[in-house]
């Protein structure tokens, strides 16, 4: 919006400054206006061939995938010359167990984490954003801090505890953490949310007797859909995408998720089968893009917000 | 927990001056109990996950990290030990040299990345919100393992890099088993994520007012003399703000430099990162003192390196709202 008004002074100049000689402003003005539109068609093939070099190794890899493995290296050009899905039947039974096993334990992973955030974090946020209790300021401080603390430092002693609990090779691990919380950030954006919906709403439900619980789950929540929306995606995108924990915690070929059965695959077939292995990574990159595309509003505002990956 | 037995003290003196109505204190000092119950309630998930996952792990592997403890048999109390070694272990001064290396070769550059394309696309550019997705599509997929296998081809000896070298006459090596450029492709794989910081500058440009560069050009002050006046003081905050996140993600980054050196920091460790010498440390050589003291030192690192930021910040970041 402010692009419009920031572009108006010149113009205005430009015409103002030949109000004497009509026939010459007109000119000028049209020769003006080419230069300004060939300026504009010169910005937008700059960004659409930096678009591409960026989208490249993307496209070379989606390429690849669908080349018959002899011409992956042998043939530049993006457009095969022969297509074959080959590669995706390969690299699905490459493993002990076919990549829809991977595919499944990552989905279960990913759904439970999804849930568990939504769940805990909403809570938390209501109660920083909506409830006076002692020492708030001080958990608040404590709930940002958490947020900064790598994830190293904890690991260790995290290990420890689950194996104790005899949950190494389970998916527990990666799931209760969620519905306790763990991953602050969204209690933060949460409460950022919540604080800038208007207070009347709640103050007259409370004036007709709801309980706080009532106005959480029949106010807050329903108005906090885009914050929710945001959280879902980024806990989706999050932990598809999350290797570190999950070759912790995993380490047993029938629960591995697909960042880490890709790992086994890269570290089992070396360098010989590249096409069945590009197969299979876009597959699995495949959620992630869908939840771009439908989830993009969102994306762009929770990182605007928050500051988020 | 203790929370909630503490009184509300402000209740009383407030109270007592207006009018000696016990009753009315009585009330609202109930029903300020009861909205801390309800807070609790409401936090109780928070809790047990900050004591349990984060807090008691935080203080456990404080304590760990004095130890020579290994998961299987007893732990022993070292001391010191564990700090005062790894200034003597080569690997660790190399992972800490290379991260260093990373950080601070790859976050400016993926910074200005971030910032030119945000004055680019902030300029009226028709179709911003396509460039916008396609520019930030790689910060998405960027930390996923499928990335990492992709520049590990890429990059490798009759990969993409090479094959466009070729095409100039240029003769390549492959990047990713050379070491003096196995680092450097990792580099450009962060610097490929420029996305996301810059969709928070295009945010950051948006919340200038035009009416400020209107004033400044009926002053008389070109473009060039607008950005400098204008523009980048009021987006310092924001650069500030990305320049505290990305470094504080690339300290920690772990699965790029793991995947594409195959799990061992190869060629000559020329990609062994922080984050992949304590993983290794701990969970393949179960030294688990030893991981908890480097993951002590890497918070000591991020956190000096914030505070040095913060207080640099006085001298080069703008706050408009005085």
């Known amino acids: 919006m402010t692009n419009k008004t920031r572009t108006k002074p010149d113009s205005g100049k430009r015409s103002g400054s030949g109000t004497h000689a009509a026939p010459m402003n007109d000119t000028l003005l049209a020769r003006a206006l080419t230069a300004v539109r060939g300026k504009k068609i010169l910005t937008h093939i700059g960004l659409i061939l930096f678009g591409l070099a960026m989208l490249y190794p993307l496209l070379w890899m989606i390429s690849s995938a669908l080349k018959p493995e002899e011409l992956i290296f042998r043939e530049q050009g993006l457009i095969p010359t022969s297509i074959t899905f080959e590669n995706f039947g390969a690299g699905w039974n490459a493993l002990r167990h076919p990549f829809g096993h ?46 900064m603390l790598p994830l190293h430092v904890v690991i260790v002693p995290q290990y420890i505890l689950f194996s104790e609990l005899g949950w190494i090779n389970t998916f527990y691990p990666l799931i209760v953490p969620k519905f306790l919380a763990t991953d602050a950030f969204f209690i933060f954006l949460m409460v950022q949310f919540i604080r800038t919906l208007p207070r009347d709403l709640d103050e007259a439900a409370l004036i007709d007797g709801a309980g706080h619980w009532r106005i ?11 914050a929710l929306a945001t959280t879902a995606i980024f806990t989706f995108i999050w932990t598809w995408n999350d290797f570190l924990s999950q070759l912790i915690f995993l380490t047993n070929p029938d629960v591995h998720t697909v960042p880490v059965a890709l790992r086994t695959f890269l570290d089992s077939s070396g360098e010989s089968s590249w096409g069945p292995m590009f197969a299979i990574s876009v597959l699995s990159l495949g959620p992630i893009f869908g939840f771009f595309l439908a989830g993009q509003r969102y994306l762009v505002r929770g990182i605007a917000t928050t500051g988020l990956k | 927990m203790t929370a909630v037995q503490v009184p509300p003290k402000q209740a009383l003196p407030q109270a007592v001056p207006v009018l000696p109505d016990p009753e009315h204190a009585r009330q609202s000092r109930r029903k300020r109990r009861r909205e801390a119950l309800t807070a609790l309630a409401f936090l109780a998930p928070w809790f047990v996950g900050l004591i349990v996952i984060t807090a008691g792990p935080l203080l456990a592997s404080l ?26 272990d080569p690997r660790f001064v190399k992972a800490l040299t290379n991260t260093a290396i990373y950080v601070f070769v790859s976050v400016p550059l993926q910074l200005s990345f971030a910032l030119a394309l945000a004055l680019i696309l902030d300029r009226g550019v028709r179709g911003l919100p396509i460039y916008r997705s396609i520019y930030y599509l790689p910060s998405l997929l960027g930390s996923s393992v499928a990335i990492a296998i992709l520049w590990r081809k890429v990059f490798g000896a009759d990969g993409l890099v090479n094959d466009f070298l070729g095409f100039l006459g240029i003769q390549g090596t492959s990047w990713v088993s050379n070491p003096d450029t196995a680092l450097g492709t990792l580099i450009v794989l962060n610097v490929w994520t420029f996305g996301s910081p810059m969709v928070i500058f295009l945010a950051g440009l948006r919340q200038i007012p035009g009416s400020y560069y209107e004033a400044a050009s009926i002053d008389g002050a070109g473009k060039i003399r607008q950005f400098f006046s204008i523009t980048l003081p009021l987006l310092t ?27 061992n920091g190869s060629p000559a460790d020329s990609t062994l990162f922080y984050t992949m010498y304590v993983y290794e440390r701990g969970f393949n050589a179960w030294q688990m003192g030893y991981a908890s003291a480097m993951a002590w030192v890497l918070v000591l690192i991020i956190a000096s390196l914030t505070a040095v930021n913060f207080l640099m910040s006085k001298y080069w970041v703008f706050y408009n709202d005085k």
């Open chain 1, 102 to 147: 991977y595919f499944m334990n990552s989905a279960i992973i990913t759904a439970g984490a999804v849930v568990g955030n939504l769940l805990a974090c909403s809570l938390a946020a209501y109660a920083f954003a909506r409830l006076e209790f002692p020492l708030k300021r001080f958990w608040f401080a404590v709930m940002l801090g958490s947020i």
């Open chain 2, 63 to 88: 304590y760990l990290s004095f130890t020579d403890y290994s998961l299987l048999g007893d732990h022993e109390w070292v001391g010191l030990d564990n700090y005062t070694r790894m200034f003597d």
């Open chain 1, 216 to 226: 959480f789950s029949r106010i807050i929540i329903p108005l906090s859909m885009p």
């Open chain 2, 237 to 263: 905050p924001i650069i500030f703000f990305n320049l505290i996140l990305q470094l504080i993600n690339a300290f920690q980054s772990f699965t790029q430099a793991y995947v594409v050196s195959g799990g």
